[in-house]
Nanobody, 120 residues
Framework: QVQLVESGGGLVQAGGSLRLSCAASGIFFRIYEMGWYRQAPGKQRELVAA???????DYADSVKGRFTISRDNAKNTVYLQMNSLESEDTAVYYC??????????????WGQGTQVTVSS
């Protein structure tokens, strides 16, 4: 069974930094695109950043220049470096990954979420 496990969330002051990690475990053949989403209270889940298997990236306008997504394919892990954090970045952050498993060639998996709280 494939799992995505996130870590690195927490409480930080405005202007500070956090680094989120998300590691995939289990039996699978390949990980395609990986991404980070977030959901603030009362709001819909939104894309923060995504990265393809060859390293192409995409960012929400609200985080461009402040957040950086990266991945280590050898460790099956995706990272989100968050700098210059703002109170508006407060949310539960979820990672996802499109994975080729024994069940299907492409399945979308989600992590359990990690809370990021930015105090002003």
């Amino acid at each position: 069974q494939v799992q995505l496990v996130e870590s690195g969330g927490g409480l930080v002051q405005a202007g500070g930094s956090l680094r989120l990690s998300c590691a995939a475990s289990g039996i699978f053949f390949r990980i395609y695109e990986m991404g980070w989403y977030r959901q603030a209270p009362g709001k819909q889940r939104e894309l923060v950043a995504a990265i393809t298997s060859d390293g192409s990236t995409d960012y929400a306008d609200s985080v461009k220049g402040r957040f950086t997504i990266s991945r280590d394919n050898a460790k099956n892990t995706v990272y989100l470096q968050m700098n210059s954090l703002e109170s508006e970045d407060t949310a539960v952050y979820y990672c996802n990954a499109e994975i080729h498993t024994t069940v299907a060639p492409r399945l979308l998996y989600w992590g359990q979420g990690t809370q990021v709280t930015v105090s002003s």
